[in-house]
């Protein structure tokens, strides 16, 4: 059974935290083929940092552990990512949905080296609107900009 729990700044605990940063990185394994080990390790402070501040933060739980969770910021997805057990089922699915509901998210950046989820997007309704060369942080992975048609 699916559950998604909206934790709160002060609810996110060390634990909590450690337990989503292993499921972001065995996510990253997965479906980011592009990064480097070296871009894990130095990613991985951006991500803790990234679930302890982010504005709106999901839990998605499956029978109460953590499944996969996602971060939203003024109405755009700044992160969805599954454990890789649950690629593939409909659960990513299940939060964007969830976060057109509730939020009126209407944005996403997609790293382009990620065809998987940038198809996923355009199947929820995204189209691309921009192309950057580097990410956010100046990083060298190529980012599209997406919005809500």
Not at 41 to 67: F, G
């Amino acid at each position: 059974m699916m559950n998604i729990t909206t934790i709160e700044k002060g609810q996110r605990s060390p634990i909590l935290i450690g337990k989503l940063l292993e499921i972001w990185e065995v996510s990253v394994r997965a479906s980011h083929h592009f990064l480097t080990e070296a871009d894990i390790i130095r990613l991985t402070p951006q991500a803790e940092n990234a679930l302890r501040y982010i504005e709106t933060l999901w839990v998605m739980e499956d029978e109460q552990r953590p499944a996969g969770f996602m971060g939203v910021q003024e109405r755009k997805i700044e992160m969805l990512f599954l454990h890789p057990d649950y690629f593939r089922k409909g659960w990513g699915k299940m939060l964007v949905e969830h976060a057109f509901r509730n939020l009126h998210v209407e944005y996403v950046d997609v790293n382009e080296q990620n065809p998987d989820a940038a198809k996923f997007y355009m199947r929820m309704g995204f189209k691309t609107f921009k192309r950057n060369e580097c990410d956010s942080e100046g990083n060298p992975f190529p980012i599209l900009e997406m919005k809500l048609a």
